[in-house]
């Protein structure tokens, strides 16, 4: 095996990212985790094939996938509330960070689509032998949602197109790519922190030490939490305040006049707070201690609008926590951070697969002579 191929992909529940070796460099490509569902109509899938979008089809409707989805929802959300009651316009195969249950055959099959667009964009299919490293949210402990059948769907899945598929915890993968530090007197310790990866359907957390994870949960709230109760309390679209969010929340300059901006700034708090609460708790009576200041990564999406993370400090500095907090920072790419991780994770095993193969070549050859 001469040429080292690797791969990582986030199978987040608003975006999916992939990461892969492609001729000495990182291919990242990044798909919408959604799909509409239409009434099957001849000359609307005329003009979709015209358009090049994205969709699957069967015999009674058409499924439009990814960026084209929501950019049609986008559109069809001025004509989608009847008696004051928003229309479902845009689906997700994914659910509060796992395989929606609510329609689990359909949530397959729209997933599957979605990944292995996300994964061979650009690149191609799977090379004999590439390993790829999916992430997976922890179990939470606020809910009774389990992964296991979300770990092994995605598990089967890859390994049916080719890819030695291996799972990665979410919030683990962003220790990999964003090595915080433990800051002790003589040293600075290396993958030894905090990750959390604010998503759309969980909040995941690790505590590492040198790349080792002590402890990964997960809670059921994250960006979708946000957006239902801010949509809920300004009576305004999912769809708009999700919109809103990414595009122009930022809590260095909070727009004291519009009340969605509000709303968001209100939820966020509130999922600060609730996080930090449960992990305080989960350590409090713990015999052990972490002696040494930390550094804490926020990542994913959710975390994407400016300034969170000086408001993620002023919170906790109120907060009595089981250790000290050096500095809250950013990762350096909030959205590819979790790709970037499960991508490192599988150059490194199969770095060391090759090097084992090398190995055997030569002790082979020496028996043979």
Known sequence: MSEICAAGIDLGTMFLQSARDNNGQITYNTVRDCYREISYDQEFEDTLKAQCAHYL???KA????GDDAYLQAGMAEFGAEIGHKSIEILKRPMKDGVLNPDSPKMAMMILRELMRACIEK??????PGEILYFSIPANPVDSDINNAFHRN????YLKSIGFD???LGEAL???YAENPKMYAPDQTVPFSGI???LGAGQANFCLAERGLPIDEFSIARAGDWIDTNAARMTGQPKTKVTRIKERVLNFDKIDRTDEVILALECYYDELINYIFTIF????SGSKGSIEYPIEIILSGGTAMPPGLDKRVNKIIDRMKLPFEVKQVRLAKDMLRSVATGCYLRAKQAAKKLQASSKLMDEVTSKDAK
């Not at 650009?122 to 090379?127: C, E, F, I, K, T």
């Not at 305080?280 to 350590?283: E, G, L, N, Q």
């Open 195 to 197: 990750s959390i990866s």
């Open 122 to 127: 650009g690149v191609g299919p799977a090379r």
């Open 62 to 65: 058409i499924y439009v996938l």
């Open 173 to 175: 993968a962003i220790v």
């Open 280 to 283: 305080a708790r989960r350590f």
């Open 165 to 167: 598929a291996r799972p």
């Open 57 to 59: 089809r069967d015999d």
């Open 153 to 156: 769907m995605a598990e089967q």
